[in-house]
T-cell receptor, first 110, second 113 residues
Framework: GIQVEQSPPDLILQEGANSTLRCNFSDSVNNLQWFHQNPWGQLINLFYIPSGTKQNGRLSATTVATERYSLLYISSSQTTDSGVYFCAVRSGAGSYQLTFGKGTKLSVIP | EAQVTQNPRYLITVTGKKLTVTCSQNMNHEYMSWYRQDPGLGLRQIYYSMNVEVTDKGDVPEGYKVSRKEKRNFPLILESPSPNQTSLYFC????????????FGSGTRLTVV
């Protein structure tokens, strides 16, 4: 099946700093999503971005499908950004499975 | 409020005692799925359903069953739970497999002793 690798596995930031999280995938995809799991375990859908660039406030995401990677940018980080960020992909050819990466754990310190 | 409701939130059970974790969504979503989350492994898909009476296996279906008799409900059944099924379980729904709007339930922490 498709492989999804996220980097870095852990990231510690000072409040106000910017960061870039990366997601590499091993095959072509027709669906790519970013999720945030807060420290209390709640999972929130951030972006649906199989290709191109999207922005939502301080967060933006870019997927370059031809090169098989996606980037999540967090600007002016806040302590509420802490948690684990997951990338999830669905490969083509009629697949309906969603495969998650192992996540990047972000800690934003005041 | 649009939501996915899972019950129970916490469950401790003994090996071999059948259990069901319920999942219900009020958004008229076509697609529903179950995941388990284990430390260091991220989320792995157990089963998914494209619509009523249409279900299929995910990456880790062994030891689990599902059913989709109504659009809003997608229960997860463990017929004979074992300790290796101790995990955090999430139910999710979305309008389709290819859309934004993926909504997760709050999770069920299951311990099998």
């Amino acid at each position: 099946g498709i492989q999804v690798e996220q980097s870095p596995p852990d990231l510690i930031l000072q409040e106000g700093a910017n960061s870039t999280l990366r997601c590499n995938f091993s095959d072509s995809v027709n669906n790519l999503q970013w999720f945030h799991q807060n420290p209390w375990g709640q999972l929130i859908n951030l972006f649906y971005i199989p290709s191109g660039t999207k922005q939502n406030g301080r967060l933006s995401a870019t997927t370059v499908a031809t090169e098989r990677y996606s980037l999540l940018y967090i600007s002016s980080s806040q302590t509420t950004d802490s948690g684990v960020y997951f990338c999830a992909v669905r490969s083509g050819a009629g697949s309906y499975q969603l495969t998650f990466g192992k996540g990047t754990k972000l800690s934003v310190i005041p | 409020e649009a939501q996915v409701t899972q019950n129970p939130r916490y469950l401790i059970t003994v090996t071999g005692k059948k259990l069901t974790v319920t999942c219900s969504q009020n958004m008229n979503h076509e697609y529903m799925s179950w995941y388990r989350q284990d430390p260091g492994l991220g989320l792995r898909q157990i089963y998914y359903s494209m619509n009523v009476e249409v279900t299929d296996k995910g990456d880790v279906p062994e030891g689990y069953k599902v059913s989709r008799k109504e659009k809003r409900n997608f229960p997860l059944i463990l017929e004979s739970p074992s300790p290796n099924q101790t995990s955090l379980y999430f139910c999710a729904s979305s309008p389709s497999p290819y859309s934004v709007g993926y909504t997760f339930g709050s999770g069920t922490r299951l311990t099998v002793v």
